[in-house]
């Protein structure tokens, strides 16, 4: 099930709270409280396709602690069943190994009140936002060479799913736009990876913009 669309106004964004620390859910349930609707806390291990339909969130504010890459799958599968996920990170060094979740938002934990709230209301639009100290983990190679960009060109079909990740829409939204199934989505997004050399979704909009693919 995919997170509604905001349309009842920014005060009102629905944010769930997520992290294996208690104490650390709860201080940021306090400073969220103010300037949105928390709809609840839960640890990682408690999350499930069921309480997310309960909680209806708009987005989801992710503290991954001190262990982050033990949560990269889940982060990958919530990600992909629509609910955008701004994910708060303990140290910049991190970001690389959350990359292939393709959650659209990441932050620091230090990161003040103020940028967490424009974050989280960004996301839920559909926009990405990486705290500026990450993108030199996100972006530079993992190695001394690159992996090139294939010189295959995309396919039209190709290009229209493209285009939808760029747009932040989930693979089922993607299916539902262009009238193909879901599993036809992921083969598509699989075959764009590859042929743009990318780990993640959030990468190949990046580098397809830079190679003029796709205008935002």
Partial sequence: ????????GVDLLRVLICGPDLLARVGLATLMAAAVTVVGQTSPADLSAESLAAFQPDVILWDLGWEPQAQVAQLTDVSEAGYPIVALLSNPEA?????????????????????LVVALRAVACGLTVFDPMLTAFL????????EPYSSEPLTPRE????????????NKLIARHLNISEHTVKFHVNAILGKLGA???????VRATRAGLIFL
């Fill in 139 to 146: 972006f530079a190679p993992s190695s001394s060479s690159e």
């Fill in 95 to 115: 970001a690389r190994g959350i990359k292939p979740s393709g959650v659209p938002g990441m932050l620091l934990r230090t990161s003040d009140n103020a940028v």
């Fill in 159 to 170: 290009q229209e799913v493209l285009q939808s990740m760029a747009q932040g829409l989930s």
């Fill in 1 to 8: 099930m995919a997170a509604r669309s905001v349309s009842n």
């Fill in 199 to 205: 780990q993640s979704r959030t990468e190949a909009v």
